[in-house]
């Protein structure tokens, strides 16, 4: 079952602007992660936070996590037309002991216009 | 060189047919997962192994199979295909890591096209 639930499903910005998706989910996790998918391509993790963090950033990537309204937010500033892709959290969760296995979202489809 | 590669990469054959996708990977790692993508409906788990001799059931494993017959090598078995199982099929790796590390590595994926 998916766990994780990503907001909006589709955006469309301009090249420049900053885009923002959303993740929420069900239970308690050891982390959440993002990925990004280009069309028809495999996935490439971008980006892991732990359950002990609340914001994350990698290049122009920003990640914020808010455990108590299990929730987190993907934030891509000054965006370009190669950031055009479906973006995925996934997450980890805390109850699998060692039967360990991501749980999830079904995507966010950015395109960002030239 | 491509860590985890998939074998092929579209395939199109017809209802009743077997089918055997195959992922092999260079990164060493234990744990191996197949999903498939459907529009809408996210990434599904298929089956997953955490070792050569540990062998899971995932959410939709009815009318699949799979065998890991090295750390290297997870092979994904359509056994008499059926045209709901058009999909885009992926392969992941991931090491086993102690928490709260679980990072998945995907292959390039296979387009089935199930007529």
């Known amino acids: 079952s998916q766990q994780g639930e990503e907001d909006p499903q589709a955006l469309s910005i301009q090249e420049g602007e900053n885009a923002t998706m959303n993740c929420s989910y069900k239970t308690s996790i050891n982390n959440l992660q993002w990925y990004r998918q280009n069309s028809g391509r495999g996935l490439v993790h971008l980006i892991l936070?732990?359950?002990n963090e609340r914001e994350k950033h990698s290049g122009r990537l920003r990640v914020t996590l808010d455990t108590s309204k299990k929730s987190s937010s993907l934030l891509i500033t000054a965006s370009r037309a190669a950031d055009t892709a479906s973006y995925f959290c996934a997450t980890d969760p805390r109850h699998a002991g060692n039967n360990r296995k991501l749980i999830w979202g079904l995507g966010t489809s950015l395109a960002v216009n030239p | 060189d491509a860590d985890v590669t998939q074998t092929p990469r579209n395939r199109i054959t017809k209802t009743g047919k077997r089918i055997m996708l195959e992922c092999s990977q260079t990164k060493g790692h234990d744990r191996m997962y197949w999903y498939r993508q459907d529009p809408g409906l996210g990434l599904r788990l298929i089956y997953y192994s955490f070792d050569v001799k540990d062998i899971n059931k995932g959410e939709i494993s009815d009318g699949y199979s799979v065998s890991r017959q090295a750390q290297a090598k997870f092979s994904l078995s359509l056994e008499s295909a059926i045209p709901n199982q058009t999909a885009l099929y992926f392969c992941?790796?991931?090491?086993?890591?102690?928490?709260?590390?679980?990072?998945?590595?995907f292959g390039p994926g296979t387009r089935l096209t199930v007529l």
């Open positions: 992941a790796t991931s090491d086993l890591a102690p928490a709260p590390y679980n990072e998945q590595f």
């Open positions: 936070i732990r359950s």
